[in-house]
């Protein structure tokens, strides 16, 4: 059974850090692209960003270029989501999803989400 | 970045009725999309890809259309189970962009 989940929300002050990690199992972690999506409360859903099988590329929404960095440790069948700079309008439930083994994949399985609220 | 306009906002349906929400991308993004059903609370369910591809395990009376600018997403006949929000989401180009949702409501 594809399980994936998320771990690293919080709350954290406008300009502050925070590192989501995804633990993935049931199914070979190396062989798909990754991705995190969001959602703020009550909003609709925004992709963030995902990443190919050996990390050699990488893809960002436009708000989130230069302060969130999406990374992947096959070794530990993970997918993190570094995010620096954070502010008000980040703050939503972080979900990492699975993608395909070819790019351009929508994802099929999906986590249930970390709260990441950015606040003072 | 390609903008979806999806329509409409919400709905209110009954059981036994026919439903098409509609996804209109602002550049031609081929079929290079697909459509989700989200309950509350719950992480995203994969309904359709590749604009009419039925993903398995999903009921036949969903199904998806379009190609280009232009799709839909049609239940022939709705179910107490289908009442949730729906989105649409184009992986044509980066980044990807869903839709802002269809909430379909109980009349």
């Known amino acids: 059974e594809v399980q994936l989940v998320e771990s690293g929300g919080g709350l954290v002050q406008p300009g502050g850090s925070l590192r989501l990690s995804c633990a993935a199992s049931?199914?070979?972690?190396?062989?798909?692209?990754m991705s995190w999506v969001r959602q703020a409360p009550g909003k609709g859903l925004e992709w963030v960003a995902n990443?190919?099988?050996?990390?050699?590329?990488?893809y960002y929404v436009d708000s989130v270029k230069g302060r969130f960095t999406i990374s992947r440790d096959n070794a530990k069948n993970s997918v993190y989501l570094q995010m620096n700079s954070l502010r008000a309008e980040d703050t939503a439930v972080y979900s990492c999803?699975?993608?395909?083994?070819?790019?351009?994949?929508?994802?099929?399985?999906w986590g249930q989400g970390t709260l990441v609220t950015v606040s003072s | 970045d390609i903008q979806m306009t999806q329509s409409p906002s919400s709905l209110s349906a009954s059981v036994g009725d026919r439903v098409t929400i509609t996804c209109r991308a602002s550049?031609?993004?081929?079929?290079?999309l697909g459509w989700y059903q989200q309950k509350p609370g719950k992480a995203p369910k994969r309904l359709i890809y590749?604009?009419?591809s039925l993903q398995s395990g999903v009921p036949s009376r969903f199904s998806g259309s379009g190609s280009g600018t232009e799709f839909t997403l049609t239940i022939s006949s709705l179910q107490p189970e289908d009442f949730a929000t729906y989105y649409c989401?184009?992986?044509?180009?980066?980044?990807?962009?869903f839709g802002q949702g269809t909430k379909v409501e109980i009349k």
């Open positions: 989401l184009q992986h044509n180009t980066y980044p990807w962009t």
């Open positions: 999803a699975r993608e395909g083994v070819v790019r351009g994949v929508i994802p099929d399985y």
């Open positions: 550049q031609g993004i081929r079929n290079d």
């Open positions: 049931g199914f070979t972690f190396s062989s798909y692209w």
């Open positions: 590749a604009a009419a």
């Open positions: 990443i190919k099988q050996d990390g050699s590329e990488k």
